[in-house]
């Protein structure tokens, strides 16, 4: 928390207390870790929460104008020898800038509006007032995994930026892991107060886009690329799938858009059955024929009697 | 990976619950007047604690803490939460993005390390 407090809640070094407060709020509510759940907003929390705790009480703010981040190491004795001082000789070592110093206790605690002076339950975040421990809040953040990481799944050890220091931790990832799934990291989440627990971490598992497959909850698909003739006279071809390769049996007569299910060879399901692979055909034609091939399509074209465009 | 400790249906008395929740049994009382924490009352009119209900009291602290909410608007932020909460989760079963966090700053991401 070395940032300026000013810097912190995004206000002028000579901004008044309203503007102090409504900045302070706005942030406040916007961090607030039962509100956002990046790791990295309760930092922010607490960093305008104790600016504002600084800032909001005139005589805190005064002392932190005038000696900056230190402050809290020189006024406690400074200021006691300087009371000692006024009620001696009525004078101050402070000159004009001292006042006589008001406790903060009741009056400058979390701004004017909306408190309750019974509040049982203050100082969440060290500042205000002493209360029981508090649990963190559970907090929330994305992993990307590959196409082929979700399927294989495993002990992977993970960091964590965006959250001040960045955190690192291993974490189970179960295989056939999908889309917007979201795992548990126990106790990584949000700091709790006074010793109590901290909140969980959930991450949130985005599957990266991949050239060749096509994710869908746990059905895979894929492109398969035929020749005419395989398509015609049907073929077993084998076809690359993030467990490793298959063999697929093409049947006489397939056209391009024909979709190939292979049972349960989709992401793998911990809980059940595991998705499908469809294999999708698409029908290539060689880009440059040799003297061989075109003389074979022309007899072809010569003598068959296939028109795709009219009902078969 | 799921832990099964808040998933028991134990059930904890008022000053058990209070003693986990490291409050006076009074504020959880004024808490359940409030309509923020919703027991089991048994017939001889006691009241009965579900364990996950230590996640609420922890809420309300924070929001309490944290912003001041008033417990009379305590109700209202934490409905309004938990249906921001089942609306993210059916986001999520669709794979839709969601752009809450985002709005603020970019989502924190985990990332693995080779």
């Given at each position: 928390m070395a940032r300026d407090y000013y810097d912190a809640l995004g206000v002028s070094r000579t901004a008044s207390t309203e503007e102090l407060q409504r900045a302070y709020r706005k942030l406040a509510r916007q961090y607030h870790p039962d509100v956002n759940r990046d790791p990295g907003a309760e930092e922010r929390f607490k960093e305008v929460s104790e600016a504002y705790s600084v800032l909001s009480?005139?005589?805190?703010?005064?002392?932190?104008?005038?000696?900056?981040?230190?402050?809290?190491?020189?006024?406690?004795?400074?200021?006691?020898?300087?009371?000692?001082?006024?009620?001696?000789?009525?004078?101050?070592?402070?000159?004009?800038?001292?006042?006589?110093r008001v406790d903060s206790d009741s009056g400058g605690r979390?701004?004017?509006?909306?408190?309750?002076?019974?509040?049982?339950?203050?100082g969440l975040f060290g500042s205000r007032g002493a209360a029981g421990p508090i649990p963190g809040a559970d907090q929330e953040a994305e992993l990307e995994l590959s196409v082929e990481e979700a399927y294989r799944g495993g002990r992977r050890r993970i960091t964590l930026s965006g959250a001040g220091e960045p955190v690192s931790f291993e974490v189970t990832i179960p295989a056939g892991v999908t889309d917007g799934q979201r795992i548990r990291v126990s106790g990584a989440?949000?700091?709790?107060?006074?010793?109590?627990?901290?909140g969980?971490?959930?991450?949130?598992v985005r599957i990266a886009p991949h050239p060749r497959y096509r994710v869908n909850g746990r059905d895979i698909s894929v492109d398969l690329l035929l020749a005419p003739w395989e398509g015609a006279l049907g073929a077993t071809v084998s076809v690359v799938t993030p467990g490793g390769e298959a063999k697929v049996r093409v049947p006489a007569g397939t056209s391009t858009g024909r979709r190939l299910r292979l049972r349960g060879e989709g992401m793998p399901n911990p809980r059940g059955t595991p998705g499908?692979?469809?294999?999708?055909?698409?029908?290539?034609?060689?880009?440059?024929?040799?003297?061989?091939?075109?003389?074979?399509?022309e007899s072809l074209r010569r003598d068959s009697t296939f028109d795709p465009r009219k009902g078969t | 990976m799921t832990s099964y400790s808040l998933m028991r249906t134990s059930r904890l008395s008022l000053d058990s619950f209070a003693a986990r929740?490291?409050?006076?049994?009074?504020?959880?009382?004024?808490?359940?007047?409030?309509?923020?924490?919703?027991?089991?009352?048994?017939?001889?009119?006691?009241?009965?604690?579900?364990?996950?209900?230590?996640?609420a009291v922890a809420r309300i602290q924070r929001l309490r803490a944290?912003?001041?909410?008033?417990?009379?608007?305590?109700?209202?932020?934490?409905?309004l939460l938990d249906r921001i909460e089942v609306l993210e989760a059916a986001l999520r079963a669709t794979g839709s993005h969601m752009p809450s966090n985002a709005v603020h700053s970019p989502p924190s991401v985990a990332r693995f390390e080779e």
């Open positions: 009480d005139p005589d805190t703010r005064r002392r932190y104008d005038r000696f900056g981040p230190d402050f809290r190491q020189i006024p406690e004795g400074y200021e006691a020898s300087a009371d000692t001082a006024r009620a001696g000789r009525a004078g101050s070592p402070f000159g004009s800038g001292s006042r006589v979390f701004g004017a509006g909306g408190i309750d002076i019974d509040d049982l339950l203050s989440g949000g700091q709790g107060s006074g010793g109590s627990t901290a969980d971490l959930y991450l949130v499908d692979l469809y294999a999708e055909v698409k029908i290539m034609v060689p880009r440059k024929l040799t003297a061989r091939e075109r003389e074979l399509f | 929740a490291g409050m006076h049994p009074e504020l959880v009382r004024r808490f359940v007047a409030l309509g923020l924490l919703e027991p089991f009352r048994d017939t001889s009119g006691r009241l009965w604690f579900a364990a996950p209900q230590l996640r944290g912003l001041s909410v008033n417990y009379a608007a305590l109700g209202l932020v934490m409905d």
